[in-house]
């Protein structure tokens, strides 16, 4: 038993997607939660500059009594979770291999499409944890870094990102994948439209399947808080002028206890 919080970091506030999903599979568990607002977005900068503000995050939620800490970011899953997991003695996770396993699960030995920044495409996590979980089937990756903006500013179901996810997912479509990876917090958003171009497909949205495996660790470390609230605080390295509206969108619920933080770098 451990009463301490599960610390979540993300480049902003796209990471709620898996505090949400945290917060059903584990409603006891008390929340800290960074968003890098100030430096967002991570998915088209260098893998030195992500690793580095990665570090300054997870430094932050441990100084706060993290127990565990999530990357709920897949750009800096990507890069930078071996470096952390190696420099810090709390445990750490992060998005990449829990969304792969389910796609394996689901695919057998079919195409797997998986989508994500420039920056988590480019990485080749994908491809070396598919290559590590010894998947018998192929990967196609592809970068979308429009998504971000399209989610960013509300237009779920606009014509413009319907032409965009069309524009951007037609080779996926061309090769025949029969299981879609969404690999960054904004994409879950797009959903509607992204099954309406895809159509009938399996699709794997891995802030569920990291919130499993985040109780599975929480238990088989003695970690578990059986007595927390849900208690959820959050942080922004910058409060944007449309911070609440959009985070709220991720969150699925109004947004309470936010405080502008400043780190190190920032
Ligand atoms: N959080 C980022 C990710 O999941 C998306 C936004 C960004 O580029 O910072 O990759």
């Not at 932050?60 to 003695?89: E, H, N, P, W």
């Not at 439209?193 to 088989?220: C, F, H, P």
């Not at 002028?241 to 699925?252: P, S, T, V």
Request: with cysteine; aromatic share 8%; hydrophobic share 40%.
């Amino acid at each position: 038993m451990n009463k301490n919080p599960v610390g979540i970091f993300d480049s902003g506030i796209g990471g709620l997607t898996v505090a949400k999903e945290i917060k059903k599979i584990l409603p006891q568990e008390d929340i800290i939660y960074l968003g890098d607002t100030a430096r967002l977005p991570y998915g088209t900068k260098s893998v030195e500059a992500i690793i580095q503000f990665s570090k300054e995050n997870t430094e932050f939620l441990i100084s706060r009594g993290a127990k565990y800490v999530v990357i709920a970011c897949y750009s800096s899953s990507s890069v930078a979770l071996d470096i952390l997991q190696k420099r810090y003695t709390v445990p750490i996770i992060g998005v990449i291999k829990s969304g792969a396993k389910k796609a394996v699960e689901l695919t057998k030995t079919g195409k797997v499409g998986v989508i994500g920044t420039t920056l988590t495409i480019y990485s080749g996590a994908y491809e070396k944890i598919f290559k590590a979980l010894d998947a018998q089937c192929e990967i196609l990756g592809r970068a979308c870094p429009l998504f971000v903006s399209l989610v960013e500013e509300g237009w779920f179901d606009h014509p413009a990102t319907k032409l965009i996810v069309e524009t951007y997912l037609k080779p996926l479509k061309e090769d025949n994948i029969n299981t879609l990876l969404l690999g960054c917090t904004h994409f879950p958003l797009l959903m509607k439209v992204i099954k309406e171009t895809m159509g009938d497909i399996n699709y794997v949205d891995a802030s569920r399947e990291v919130g499993l495996e985040l109780a599975q660790e929480l238990k088989r470390l003695d970690l578990e808080n059986h007595e927390g609230s849900g208690f959820i605080s959050i942080y922004l390295t910058d409060l944007s002028m449309n911070f609440k509206e959009i985070g709220e969108r991720f969150l699925g619920e109004p947004m309470h206890n936010v405080s502008r933080v400043a780190l190190k770098g920032v």
